[in-house]
Nanobody, 125 residues
Framework: QVRLVESGGGLVQAGDSLRLSCAASGRIFSMLGMGWFRQFPGKERDFVAAISWSSGSTYYADSVKGRFTISRDNAKNTVYLQMNSLKPEDTAVYYC??????????????????WGQGTQVTVSS
């Protein structure tokens, strides 16, 4: 079984920064990439960012480009999301997820096989 554990969420003010971490453990036979999604109350999960595990190529939602940076530590099976210039509209539950199947679109939540439990990020104005 694969387990993803997120950390780093919290309450900050607009303009502040936060770094989320997500560590993968367990029987990981294939790790093609990892991503971050966020979910607003009453809404479906939205794509935020993703990274290819082999090439390091990164992908971002337009709403976070230039403010958020995704990175990885292959040795630790950990992905990070550095969030700068946070805005109140970034308030959401943030989930990390892992892609293990080929041919997947990083932008589509259905491409991901494993999910973390989520971490709350709240940005006050």
């Amino acid at each position: 079984q694969v387990r993803l554990v997120e950390s780093g969420g919290g309450l900050v003010q607009a303009g502040d920064s936060l770094r989320l971490s997500c560590a993968a453990s367990g029987r990981i036979f294939s790790m093609l990439g990892m991503g971050w999604f966020r979910q607003f109350p009453g809404k479906e999960r939205d794509f935020v960012a993703a990274i290819s595990w082999s090439s390091g190529s990164t992908y971002y939602a337009d709403s976070v480009k230039g403010r958020f940076t995704i990175s990885r530590d292959n040795a630790k099976n950990t992905v990070y999301l550095q969030m700068n210039s946070l805005k109140p509209e970034d308030t959401a539950v943030y989930y990390c997820a892992l892609v293990s199947r080929g041919g997947a679109s990083y932008y589509n939540a259905r491409s991901y096989d494993y999910w973390g439990q989520g971490t709350q990020v709240t940005v006050s104005s």
